[in-house]
């Protein structure tokens, strides 16, 4: 009766008004899959990147806390260096850094000797260096992981069709 323009804008004609209905009911359909598909892919795509995000949140405090394995090692030698000054069930002791001049106070256990807790600081300090070894790996990785997962979501954003969804 009319011309009939797609939701594209062609226009269309049919012979019979039941081919025009069955086209625009067959195109509406394959929009409303199309949207559903997308919208679908879009969600998983942006909970993956969440759940990565904060794999890399957690990496990154721990890398953060690790960091600190020198200050250990330093507390560590500067009580064996010094194990004649410091009295045994002591709770903390301020020495001289000769690293640097500065002083450090150093917590103590006051349950341990000296030695005991100079091996404390150790065992930590070696501790947060296999910590440190152990995350890079595990960064590099999150955040490829992230990056392919953000260049999926930007694809899946520019996608017209079904066909196009399925080469992503």
Do not use: H
């Not at 091996?119 to 392919?148: D, F, H, I, M």
């Not at 996608?159 to 196009?164: L, V």
Request: charged letters at 35%; a positive charge.
């Amino acid at each position: 009766v009319y011309p009939y323009a797609t939701l594209r804008g062609d226009i269309k004609r049919f012979d019979t008004l039941w081919q025009a209905e069955e086209f625009y009911f067959s195109e509406r359909d394959k929009i409303k899959r199309f949207k559903s598909k997308k919208d679908r892919l879009t969600s998983i795509t942006s909970t993956a990147i969440k759940k990565v995000k904060k794999r890399l949140t957690a990496i990154k405090a721990k890398e953060k806390d690790a960091l600190s394995a020198e200050d250990n090692r330093i507390k560590g030698e500067l009580l064996l260096a010094n194990i004649y000054r410091i009295n045994n069930g002591a709770k903390e002791c301020s020495l001289e850094n000769y690293y640097d001049g500065s002083i450090v106070n150093i917590t103590l256990d006051e349950r341990l000797s000296v030695s005991k807790n100079a091996e404390n600081y150790y065992k930590k300090y070696n501790k947060q260096k296999r910590t440190l070894s152990a995350l890079k790996p595990q960064r590099e990785q999150a955040e490829s992981e992230l990056n392919y997962l953000e260049s999926v979501l930007s694809l899946v954003s520019v996608c017209d069709d079904i066909e196009d969804l399925f080469m992503v």
